[in-house]
């Protein structure tokens, strides 16, 4: 089985791939302070209580955008399992995707698993839209090319930001409010910063089909994606898995000595 692990800036995802299949499912909090012993300790109770033995697991695979975590999650794969991780990123991507058109080294793992993923899932043209620390859009072009990306705040990174900022205003659910004027503070609110990441999101796909000159498909992902997606007019699916996906695909391919 794989071990593919996604290292995001709020949320580590881990995911255990019994082929194209996940097996098992978990989220973490992002703690860059963490000790490889603490990391040890998590990684070792999830594998218990889902009853997995350790030898069960013959690759490893890591996509991180928080440096300091990724020497150990490295070190840990090791000790674990006797494997050395394979690093997500545009180089063990390889040509399983044209990124030519963007400056290749300023490409996150997280957005080349997203794309890659997209592409390999979905086709071409698509656009993934990734709901999380930062809200990042991928393109597609219809000719399964990179066509380059959009980097926006994320939705809770904004209401944290307010939060901070305004004193007496109160932590509020993410959830539809179900009308467009406020008739008090928390669906004030709930207006403000859920329609507006949306209606943000939509705009913005629709900028993106009138610069290439047609409509795509338009997969979400990240932790809010379920919340969200709902409410928009041009998501047409969600994949709260697909950058999991996305590793195990450059995974794969590398395997095959393709990368």
Not at 215 to 231: D, F, R
């Amino acid at each position: 089985m794989l071990l593919a692990i996604d290292v995001g800036n709020t949320q580590t995802t881990i995911g255990l791939f019994d082929g194209s299949e996940v097996r098992n499912l978990w989220r973490l909090h992002t703690n860059p302070q963490s000790s490889t012993d603490e990391l040890h300790i998590q990684l070792h109770g999830l594998f218990d209580i889902a009853g997995v033995p350790h030898d069960a697991v013959d690759g490893a695979a890591l996509a991180t955008v928080v440096p300091a975590a990724t020497h150990m999650w490295k070190k840990v794969c090791r000790e674990m399992f006797g494997l050395d991780a394979l690093m997500i990123n545009v180089k063990t991507a390889g040509s399983m995707i044209d990124m030519s058109a963007y400056r290749r080294s300023d490409l996150g793992a997280d957005r080349v698993a997203d794309a890659v993923a997209a592409r390999e899932l979905y086709g071409s043209p698509v656009i993934v839209v990734d709901f999380g620390t930062a809200t990042n859009m991928e393109i597609i072009d219809k000719d399964g090319a990179f066509a380059g990306g959009i980097i926006a705040p994320g939705v809770q990174s904004s209401m944290n930001a307010l939060f901070s900022r305004a004193a007496l205003l109160p932590q509020v659910e993410l959830v539809d409010p179900k009308v467009a004027i406020g008739r008090n503070t928390v669906k004030a609110m709930q207006v403000g910063i859920v329609y507006g990441e949306i209606d943000r999101v939509d705009g913005l796909v629709h900028r993106v089909w009138k610069q290439l000159g047609y409509e795509t498909k338009v997969i979400s992902t990240g932790g809010l994606a379920g919340n969200m997606s709902v409410l928009s007019s041009t998501i047409s699916e969600v994949n709260t898995e697909l950058t999991l996906h996305g590793i195990r695909i450059i995974f794969e391919n590398n395997q095959k000595g393709q990368g």
